[in-house]
């Protein structure tokens, strides 16, 4: 009895040193697999404050963990096992599957510019009531949620690729932790930056005139930084819509596009040494932009143009 006990605890040592070393790897290779999709989560960031934009400081966190939730649940339920299903099925339809994602994200982008140019004034009252109604705050929610869940396809999608020739269990696991901790990242980020006015506010009240100076310029500043982050938001759903396509063109052998955004981003890169890689960056995504915007306008004028029809008919 004490040799088989001597035994078994060997064993339960062995399997909690191999436990302990698949989470290693888990948080290791997730944490990989989070960097190679910083760009997408950056965008990501970006976009959902402009869905909070213009409600009451009391709505605010509430819609930001409704939006959470649903991010969540996207990716854990709906992506999460989608992905790993189609990686071990069917690998050829992710691209294409990310493709019309990012065509949407083009349609919902140039939807937005085109509604800051054709929209018709409404009186302050007007837009008081639709910022205060449920139904605005219902649409504003799935709005973000549906941005948010082709944002985090590609997020995944990035991250399966990093890890793509690990064990199912490990792929699945590590799939899982950056769900949460991307989740958790964004959606923690945004509650502070759409919080910050507040705490300017509080920072106003006190004494000390440190602190006082600093909560009067957050709140005098927070407007502007707000309106600056709708307009990236709207820019940041283009360019990564714009920027999937772009890729999955390349992955077809369409690889016409991405080669000349590519070689005009080095060239202005090479013009000015110093700042290379900010300039060739900043060209990329301004040329995957014009692709997404050109994409985005098409779609936005057939939508309008049945929409115009489904209307007219109507009225005969």
């Avoid at 888990?26 to 404050?49: E, S, W, Y």
């Avoid at 099925?89 to 349609?107: D, Q, R, V």
């Avoid at 007007?126 to 944002?151: K, P, Y």
């Avoid at 440190?210 to 820019?235: C, D, E, F, Q, T």
């Amino acid at each position: 009895m004490p040799g088989g006990l001597a035994a078994l605890l060997d064993d339960v040592a062995a399997i909690a040193k191999l436990t302990a070393a698949s989470i290693d790897d888990v948080g290791a290779a997730a944490g990989r697999a989070g960097f190679k999709a910083a760009g997408v989560v950056v965008d990501d960031t970006a976009v959902t404050p402009r869905y909070v934009t213009g409600f009451t400081p009391d709505r605010e966190l509430p819609i930001i963990w409704r939006i959470a939730k649903g991010s969540l649940r996207n990716k854990l339920l709906i992506i999460l096992p989608v992905a790993l299903a189609l990686s071990a099925l069917l690998p050829w339809a992710i691209t294409p599957l990310l493709m019309i994602g990012g065509a949407y994200l083009c349609y919902e982008g140039a939807e937005k510019v085109w509604e800051t140019f054709a929209k018709k004034e409404e009186s302050l009252a007007e837009v008081a009531a639709e910022l205060n109604s449920v139904e605005h705050e219902r649409n504003m929610v799935a709005g973000a949620i549906r941005t948010d869940f082709i944002l985090s396809a590609e997020i995944m999608a990035i991250a399966l690729a990093e890890v793509a020739t690990e064990p199912f269990p490990l792929r699945a696991g590590i799939l899982a932790v950056v769900a949460v901790a991307i989740t958790l990242g964004v959606y923690g980020v945004v509650g502070l930056i759409v919080k910050m006015d507040d705490v300017g506010l509080h920072l106003a009240e006190r004494r000390a005139s440190g602190p006082r100076a600093l909560g009067r310029g957050l709140v005098h500043a927070m407007p502007v930084v707000m309106k600056a982050l709708s307009v990236v938001g709207i820019a940041a759903m283009i360019w990564v819509g714009g920027g999937i396509i772009v890729h999955g063109l390349e992955t077809f052998g369409m690889a016409g596009i991405a080669h000349f955004i590519h070689d005009l981003a080095e060239a202005a890169g090479h013009a000015i040494p110093s700042l290379e890689a900010i300039v060739a960056w900043i060209v990329g995504a301004v040329g995957a932009g014009i692709v997404g915007l050109t994409i985005g306008a098409l779609i936005v004028l057939v939508h309008h143009a049945v929409a115009h029809r489904g209307g007219s008919e109507a009225t005969h």
